[in-house]
DNA sequence: TCATTATTTAGCTTGATCGTTAATTAACGC
DNA sequence: GCGTTAATTAACGATCAAGCTAAATAATGA
């Protein structure tokens, strides 16, 4: 990983997003898969996906003639954690982390 | 606030980034303090703090000739919500959240 | 009111980003 | 090896982002 502004960078597409999100909820996933669901030709894709790559949210491994994407924890890991560095700024007041943990606790 | 990308976009330059962690760590500063800090022209500064505004990350208030910022929380919230929802991903097998809140408790 | 200070807006240039189609690379099965 | 399928790279055009200088706006204070 390296900074996250890259990471930011990388998120700042909607497609981009959606891509990370489906992968977060689906688990890995080929590329031609991720075409499909995005109405954009197979070049824009992989651009997209190269992007994703470079900012290191996602990692491909090589399954016969497809490429199967999935999402590298560790970039979410430096969000998140840089969230909770600055946690005592959109925590105001009422312990909001606990109620979101509080709301897991229940599914 | 709007949606993800756009905050996501926002904070995907290094400058912006700076001024939010500023801002955060500092509290409420005059425009022309960000721009003494950072090495670029009054007007570029501007710029940037109107991308910042629009994305919903800061907002200003009138103090006599010069405007004063600050960081809103709640699109703090919304950034450190995302990662919550997604937690499962990135909080493989330790839990993480819990070593840093942990940490928290020791300063 | 007039000059000063603080900040933003306007106009311009340069470089990056995002989409397309066409061509290339890589792995599989016959 | 050859054709097929999957994905990427190349090359191009259009739109967007970020910097600058100069000009405009807003509030203060003599």
Redesign the interface.
């Given at each position: 990983m390296q900074?996250?502004?890259?990471t930011?960078?990388a998120?700042?597409?909607?497609t981009r997003?959606a891509v990370v999100?489906r992968l977060?909820a689906e688990g890995e996933l080929p590329a031609g898969n991720l075409v499909a669901a995005a109405e954009m030709s197979a070049p824009a894709m992989s651009r997209h996906l190269k992007v994703l790559r470079e900012a290191g949210l996602v990692q491909s491994r090589v399954d016969g003639t497809r490429r199967l994407y999935s999402?590298r924890?560790?970039a979410?890991?430096a969000?998140?954690?840089w969230?909770?560095d600055?946690?005592a700024?959109?925590q105001?007041g009422l312990d909001?982390?606990e109620a979101?943990?509080a709301l897991?606790e229940k599914e």
């Open positions: 900074d996250l502004t890259q930011f960078s998120l700042s597409d909607a997003l999100e977060m999402v924890a560790e979410l890991q969000i998140a954690d969230t909770l600055h946690r700024f959109w105001a909001r982390l979101h943990l897991d």
